[in-house]
């Protein structure tokens, strides 16, 4: 079985044996009854002509909430829900109406059937229009989309239902590539296809491109926090760019998270000075003298100064806001900590 993600109704998966019951989630969608207008019309237009219209409606909505449960599930680690319950409740009052679709499980970690089976296994005797659409609409958005065609409002709907990861290279060099302020809606259609990507394929994507101030941002809008992604950035020697990204987050932590940011906390108290303590001889005619402490360029301090007066770096080479930075990791990392045995 490949990398699936599983809901059902039942409390049990048959050949899938449950190994850790997580939390039980709920998602709901709740919206105007104005998109069903004629809502309390006739049963004879409804159970007519309209049906079809209704029915779309409601399968929409059902899919957003459904949706949104699934990725609720994905981030506290699950790869199941099960018990899967959904309801459709009609809200009033102050001679307003609102309609609000409830769906709720418990999500879970199953022990998938490790049998694959390989595309010549898998046998297709038919296929819908619906389903031939959507291919034809994958493959047409996709190679839009590598062809840096600025990304769609329509095709973020489709994107969004249907994740697509042979898209994130282009779309993060899309990104990359555009004016954030001149193209601001693109830019906010990226992230949001981004954000619904399983961070798993969005990471060793992204990480290729820390260099860029706008990625490191894109990064902790979406909260992309991988530890062994910046480790592996600081041990290549780009301290300060790995250093930056040590306040984005994640939604959830687990016990490798804990491990690499251990790591890195390791990796950072023991970088070498790059500043210096020296005892200053001063001129005939200036005091400028006794111990200095002496910044990575040569900036001459009072000994007790805990960043340069001039370029604000400290002995380890770190600005003030680069501390910061490394002072949050150590504060989620003690609090982690407690929480994960």
């Known amino acids: 079985m490949r990398n699936e993600f599983i809901m059902s109704t039942t409390n049990t998966i048959e050949g899938c044996p449950i190994k850790k019951y997580i939390d039980t989630i709920c998602s709901n969608i709740v919206i105007g009854t104005n998109i069903f207008s004629d809502f309390a019309a006739s049963f004879t237009d409804f159970f007519g002509g309209r049906s079809d219209s209704y029915r779309r409606k409601l399968e929409i909505i059902y899919g957003e909430a459904s949706k949104a449960l699934k990725q609720k599930a994905l981030n506290l680690g699950a790869n199941a829900i099960v018990g899967f319950r959904v309801d459709f409740d009609e809200i009033s009052g102050k001679d307003k109406s609102m309609f609000m679709v409830s769906v709720s499980g418990t999500a879970c970690i199953i022990e998938m059937n490790n049998k694959e089976l390989s595309e010549e296994e898998i046998i297709r005797t038919s296929i819908s229009q619906s389903d031939l659409q959507k291919e034809i609409d994958r493959r047409y958005i996709i190679s839009q ?66 260099e860029h101030k706008k990625i490191r941002i894109l990064i902790k809008e979406c909260c992309l926090f991988d530890g062994e992604s910046i480790y592996e950035t600081i041990v290549k020697g780009k301290i300060h760019e790995g250093v930056r990204l040590l306040s984005a987050t994640k939604n959830s932590y687990d016990a490798k998270d804990l491990k690499w940011m251990k790591t890195i906390l390791e990796c950072l108290n023991n970088l070498p000075d790059t500043g210096k303590i020296e005892v200053v001889k001063g001129g005939v005619f200036t005091r400028d003298n006794g111990e200095k402490y002496i910044c990575e360029n040569g900036h001459k301090n009072p000994v007790d100064s805990s960043f340069c007066e001039k370029c604000g770096v400290n002995m380890k080479g770190m600005t003030e806001g680069e501390v910061k930075h490394i002072d949050s990791l150590k504060e989620r990392y003690s609090i982690i900590e407690q929480y994960i045995q």
Do not use: C, G, M
């Not at 489709?158 to 555009?178: A, D, G």
């Open 145 to 210: 989309i590598k062809d840096a065609v600025p990304l769609t409002s329509e095709w973020v709907e489709f994107l969004l239902e249907y994740p697509q990861t042979e898209i994130i290279e282009s779309l993060i060099k899309r990104y990359i590539s555009i004016d954030l302020d001149y193209y601001a809606e693109e830019a906010a259609n990226i992230k949001q296809v981004l954000s619904a990507t399983p961070p798993d394929f969005v990471i060793p994507v992204i990480y290729q491109h820390i």
